[in-house]
């Protein structure tokens, strides 16, 4: 699969929800790196390579990013507009994954950006076929940045 | 004139007799003279269209009507006799009538006048006449005058008591505009007063609505840990387990399910209670065939229907829709054992120019004392079946929100009718 070596960011404050969605990951078959961080302000830290972040060989950019609404600090929609202000990191892939169903949440995360809306499912079963349903969708179905060899859009 | 009677001049007594002052004593002295009871003179003014009086003489006489017809007959013929009611009206008095030129009768009462004095009384009843006629005059214009004056006074009087009205009202308006005023203050204050409250009162339940909101959002996230990891063992290590704690495990599961159901149902409660709702006409036909063909995917043999037509409606598609879902659901979970679910959807219109979208069932029904309850928040009148009462309390929510209003018809063990009453839309 093309893309498969690329990282993918994990934003989630929920260790459950992390425990989860890892595991829904491999179900699904997912071979890509993750990173996690635990909140909004480290999103922003890891994706602008703040401290240890701007390691690059240990903490890649992300081809895509898992992001949750709610969230220590800065909360995902803080996140979201500070990507878009960024020239350098405007091109990333958000994908909101969150328990909010709000439509003034979802409304706001359209405004602000985001390329994607999903509502966190409740079983496990569920979780794994949600996140199957991602990766075709953005590894096969959808072309991204990341496919071409050409575009480094995050350097 | 009978010149053997001693011939006395009653000049004098006829002077004293034009005196209105002293005209009682001549009278008397007359009668006296003529020897008579006593005389009247009545004196008519044609020219001034004044009746028939005794000026001077006595003002009211007994029997008028007699009198009247003695006048009559003296003007008539000039003279005439009779008899007339004197001094009251149950006696009579031998009565003699003489008419001058002028419309005046002299009526002597009594019995036969001596002739002298009569024959010069009479030579002087046409000058008589003028006088008392011309005293009948004066007297009528006194009375105008006094008339005149009562009038003048008495429009004076009118005048000032106008004016005293006039002055009370303009009072009683002023007082009325301060008490206008203050009202209006009153009511502007009350009016700042009720909005104050309103405001405050609308800030408590959004706080509230916020509370709820928060609180069900943050609920979630660990029900669904719970629910997640009750699973995964299941599923993972399920075969492991003893019999006793797999069954353990279905029940944590069950009740986190519940758990979940219950915060996801506070939630859109809260939700539905939130924020504007923006009203349009709902195609209704659409919206329940939608909702209709969702439950029936996959070849699930189920009996609902909708009887079309089906009238456009005034309200919001998604509150419409989850409300129409809500009452569809239960329809079909409290069915009849035994008995498949068959659940009909119509509509009509109203007297009152709104359309009722009815939802009918075959099912359990709800009893009578049961049904104002159905619509509370958490009020579950079965405990078998899954649900957590907030579903009618959502549907009840989301019509208020349209402007429309919920009901029920139901008979136990026959089936039960919910309704929903929206204005009509427009086509």
């Not at chain 2, 002293?22 to 044609?46: G, N, P, W």
């Not at chain 2, 001034?48 to 008028?64: E, N």
């Not at chain 2, 003893?242 to 009740?255: F, S």
Request: charged share 25%; glycine share 6%; with cysteine.
């Amino acid at each position: 699969m093309i893309g498969e070596e690329k990282t993918i960011l994990i934003v989630e404050d929920e260790e459950n929800d992390v425990f989860f969605m890892r595991r829904a990951m491999k179900v699904a078959g997912f071979r890509n790196p993750l990173q996690v961080v635990f909140d909004g302000q480290e999103a922003l830290d890891y994706l602008t390579g703040v401290g240890e972040y701007a390691n690059r060989e240990r903490y890649p950019m992300p081809c895509l990013i898992f992001l949750d609404l709610k969230l220590p600090r800065k909360n995902g929609l803080d996140v979201l507009a500070v990507i878009r202000e960024d020239a350098r990191l405007r091109a990333l892939l958000v994908v909101m994954f969150t328990s909010s169903a709000e439509p003034r949440d979802v409304k706001k995360a359209y405004a602000l950006g985001v390329r994607s809306y999903i509502v966190k499912p409740s079983l496990p079963e569920s979780y794994a076929e949600t996140l199957r349903e991602l990766k075709y969708y953005w590894f096969e179905l959808n072309l991204s940045p990341f496919h071409t060899e050409a575009s480094e859009p995050f350097q | 004139m009978n010149g053997t009677a001693p011939t006395v001049s009653i000049l004098p007594l006829v002077n004293q007799l034009a005196d209105p002052e002293r005209r009682a004593e001549a009278v008397r002295k007359l009668a006296l003279l003529l020897q008579v009871t006593t005389f009247v003179i009545f004196v008519e003014d044609r020219e001034l269209g004044v009746p028939a009086s005794a000026v001077g003489f006595p003002q009211t006489l007994p029997g008028g009507r007699q009198w009247q017809l003695f006048l009559e007959e003296c003007r008539g013929k000039g003279t005439h006799r009779g008899h007339l009611p004197w001094p009251d009206r149950d006696t009579t008095t031998e009565a003699r009538g003489f008419a001058s030129d002028r419309d005046s009768v002299l009526v002597v009462l009594g019995k036969e006048p001596a002739p002298a004095p009569l024959a010069q009384l009479l030579d002087f009843f046409p000058l008589l006449t003028v006088i008392l006629q011309a005293e009948q005059h004066v007297a009528i214009q006194n009375a105008q005058s006094l008339f005149a004056r009562n009038l003048a006074h008495q429009a004076t009087e009118l005048a000032a008591s106008l004016d005293k009205s006039r002055r009370a009202a303009e009072r009683e308006i002023a007082a009325r505009k301060r008490a206008e005023g203050e009202i209006r203050r009153l009511n502007e204050s009350l009016e700042e007063r009720v909005l104050e409250r309103t405001t405050a009162l609308r800030e408590a339940i959004q706080q509230i609505e916020e509370f709820s909101y928060s609180v069900s959002h943050d609920l979630r996230t660990p029900v669904r840990a719970i629910q997640g990891f009750a699973h995964l063992l299941l599923g993972d290590h399920g075969a492991a387990l003893p019999p006793e704690a797999r069954e353990y495990l279905d029940k944590i599961i069950r009740a986190s399910k519940r758990m979940d159901m219950l915060t996801a149902d506070v939630l859109s409660y809260a939700r539905i209670s939130k924020g504007d709702v923006e009203i349009q006409t709902v195609n209704l036909d659409e919206l329940v065939c939608g909702l209709l063909s969702e439950r029936t995917v996959g070849g699930k043999n189920l009996d609902i229907a909708s009887v079309p037509p089906l009238l456009p409606v005034l309200g919001h598609p998604v509150l419409l829709a989850q409300s129409l879902a809500n009452l569809i659901d239960n329809a079909v979970k409290f069915s009849r054992p035994g008995i498949p679910p068959r659940v009909r959807v119509s509509s009509e219109f109203r007297l009152s120019g709104s359309v009722r979208i009815a939802v009918r069932d075959n099912g359990i029904g709800i009893p009578q004392e049961h049904q104002e309850k159905v619509f509370e928040m958490f009020e579950r009148l079965t405990l078998e079946r899954d649900g957590t009462g907030i579903g009618l309390a959502i549907v009840r929510k989301a019509v208020e929100r349209m402007g429309g209003q919920v009901g029920l018809e139901s008979t136990p063990g026959e089936g039960s009718m919910f309704w929903i009453e929206l204005s009509k839309g427009g086509v």
